[in-house]
């Protein structure tokens, strides 16, 4: 069963939502998140990359940073532009991105569910990302960034949801990226109860976006023992129906010393590459990709599903049939000569960086599916890096969970 609690969120002052409000700390470079601060006082980014607020080249991990987040934290409470809900509730989050609209449930969820494997996770964490959110969370005694969960839908969830939204939300905001944010606060005992009653007939939870915070979340758990509300993490959390997938496409530096010529006969000896290929793959299996300025198109269905849905992925073909054998990327975790780009970019992104000679080639991918990754994660599966860009992001300070 999944236990999902209702918490006083700290939320920002509705008339300044907008203001303060960014996408999350780990899809922009420090310095792109300076730019987008710039004569802003209210952005959360000074918070959750507070390096922005100290000179240029600063340790991202210094002592400094941490000090100078919980600063301006403490200062967005002290000026009332954040504020703390006076009783537990839970809340309902929808985000409208063009044609695509998606509703959440904002919940604090369990760390002991975490640990025990109810909440389940699909990849590995990197110690020094996974220490970075503890610091944060321990240094501003609040978790500011929501892990994103998804759940198999539930229609008596879905119609709850679609009654309540139909009154005025709370926050109503859209974003300089056109993505509409709009948030409800559920107080009412009845609803509350029914929420949790539902919830328990769930049996698991997956984490879609989020294992750093998750597992940092955890970490501050079982050092503080559960204290206070530790034993808790900020949760929104989305019916599996709702998610949007967009594919994470890649880009490599060089052709590991082929010509031309040979490149395209080792890729042509393994799949029949169609000439009059498109940049965006139509199904499952299919793989664009660019070089010498058009797009070709190829096809890697298996002969044999594998029993391992790992080995089933196309970003796993792509590695084990195209990457390794012939670009000579072994692991594509640590290499330098592989860059990931997220699907919002689009195929247009790609053509730039192979067309400005910056990278030599590029694969585009059709998007993972929701049901793949559930199932990878129910049977304990790892996926590769960079398997799936989930959008729209949630944003930032839209609610805080405060331990």
């Not at 300089?176 to 709009?182: A, F, I, L, N, T």
Request: proline share 7%.
């Amino acid at each position: 069963m999944a236990v999902l609690k209702p918490f006083a969120a700290l939320r920002p002052k509705p008339e300044l939502a907008s203001q303060i409000c960014e996408l999350p700390y780990d899809v922009m470079s420090s310095e792109e998140a300076r730019e987008i601060a710039a004569g802003n006082p209210l952005s959360f980014l000074r918070v959750s990359k507070p390096e922005i607020d100290l000179p240029p080249g600063t340790d991202v991990y210094a002592p400094e940073v941490y000090a100078k987040g919980k600063e301006n934290f403490q200062k967005l409470i002290t000026q009332g532009a954040l504020r703390q809900d006076g009783q537990p509730n839970f809340y309902l989050y929808r985000q409208i991105m063009g044609g695509h609209s998606q509703m959440g449930l904002v919940a604090a969820a369990s760390c002991e569910e975490y640990l025990r494997g109810v909440i389940k996770k699909h990849e590995l964490t990197r110690p020094d990302k996974e220490d970075d959110r503890v610091r944060h969370i321990e240094t501003l005694n609040s978790q500011t960034g929501p892990v994103f969960l998804t759940y198999k839908a539930a229609g008596a969830l879905d119609d709850f949801v679609a009654k309540k939204i139909s009154e005025k939300p709370d926050v109503d905001f859209t974003a300089k990226d056109g993505v509409r944010h709009s948030s409800w606060k559920i107080s009412g005992a009845e609803d509350i109860q029914f929420i949790e009653k539902q919830f328990a007939q769930i049996p698991y939870l997956y984490i879609a976006d989020g294992h750093h915070r998750s597992a940092a979340a955890a970490r501050v758990y079982q050092s503080r023992r559960g204290a206070g509300q530790s034993g808790s993490f900020l949760a929104v959390i989305f019916p599996h129906s709702q998610m949007r997938i967009l594919p994470y496409n890649r880009a490599l530096k060089d052709l590991n010393g082929h010509s031309p010529e040979q490149l395209l006969h080792k890729i042509g000896a393994r799949y029949l590459l169609s000439e009059k290929g498109r940049p965006n793959p139509a199904k499952k299996h299919e793989i664009g990709f660019y070089f010498q300025n058009k797009w070709r198109t190829f096809d890697m269905q298996p002969k044999a599903l594998h029993k391992d849905a790992v080995e089933n992925l196309d970003v796993t073909l792509l590695q084990k049939n195209i990457l390794a054998p012939v670009f000579g990327i072994d692991d594509p975790r640590t290499s330098r000569r592989v860059a990931f780009v997220g699907g919002i970019r689009g195929t247009p992104e790609l053509e730039k960086l192979v067309d400005s000679g910056e990278f030599a080639c590029a694969f585009s991918m059709f998007p993972t599916g929701i049901e793949d990754l559930m199932a990878i994660a129910d049977a304990g599966g790892i996926m590769p890096p960079k398997s799936t860009w989930f959008e729209p992001k949630l944003r930032d300070a839209m609610f805080c969970h405060m331990i």
